[in-house]
């Protein structure tokens, strides 16, 4: 079965501190992994993707397939990363994403 | 083009109504796709089109619900009968289809919110 898990519900941290947030993804071919942020009162955005393999505001991932996972990672976090991220995969054609419940990141001051 | 808008952003029905939304994607791609979000959910695919063809649609996708896109353009959702399990954030995506560059990204609307009583 398809499936993304995102194991934090809510990640807590204080500005300046390293974040990695889980996410690992159930796929039988190889699928594209992506991650959304929703910020306050903001529509859901793409944030990045992996097989283009840059870097969005400061944020990274690396697809694992051995480990079956694509964690999101940012050195020093700052107030305004404080979202909902979401972890994305997209296997097919068809193009539709399957979404994990996704994780709501505070960064404290 | 601002991106992808979606019309009414709330609605609120009562039981047994019927509701439709509209979606209107960025002009440029060919495909949409129909998501619902409850809450502390990520979004679920509905269904989408590649122009004004239905391609598939999820099992999430009750009789009730039915989703057309007459011109290739904006597509409107429509929901008979609503039950209380219909209250969800309702959400339109575009993208390009595949073998185009960008091939999956795909741009959100704000959503439709619909509340059920």
């Known amino acids: 079965a398809q499936r993304v898990t995102q194991p934090e519900k809510l990640l807590s941290v204080f500005k300046g501190a390293p974040v990695e947030l889980k996410c690992n993804y159930s796929y039988s071919g190889s699928p594209e992994l992506f991650w959304y942020v929703q910020y306050s009162r903001q529509r859901l955005q793409l944030l990045l993707r992996?097989?283009s393999r840059e870097s969005i505001k400061g944020f990274t991932a690396d697809l694992n397939k051995g480990e079956t996972s694509f964690h999101l990672k940012k050195p020093f976090a700052q107030e305004e990363d404080s979202a909902m991220y979401y972890c994305a995969l997209s296997g097919g054609s068809q193009g539709n994403l399957i979404f994990g419940k996704g994780t709501k990141l505070s960064v404290k001051p | 083009d601002t991106g992808v808008s979606q019309d009414p952003r709330h609605k609120i029905t009562k039981r047994g109504q019927n509701v439709t939304f509209r979606c209107d994607p960025i002009s440029e791609h060919n495909r949409l796709y129909w998501y619902r979000q409850t809450l502390g959910q990520g979004p679920e695919f509905l269904t989408y089109?590649?122009?004004?063809?239905?391609?598939?649609k999820s099992r999430l996708l009750s009789d009730r619900f039915s989703a057309e896109r007459p011109k290739g353009s904006f597509s409107t959702l429509e929901i008979q009968r609503t039950e209380q399990g219909d209250s969800a954030m309702y959400l339109c995506a575009s993208s390009l289809a595949p073998g185009v560059r960008d091939t999956y990204e795909q741009y959100f609307g704000p959503g439709t919110r619909l509340t059920v009583t």
């Open positions: 992996h097989i």
């Open positions: 089109f590649q122009n004004e063809a239905q391609l598939e």
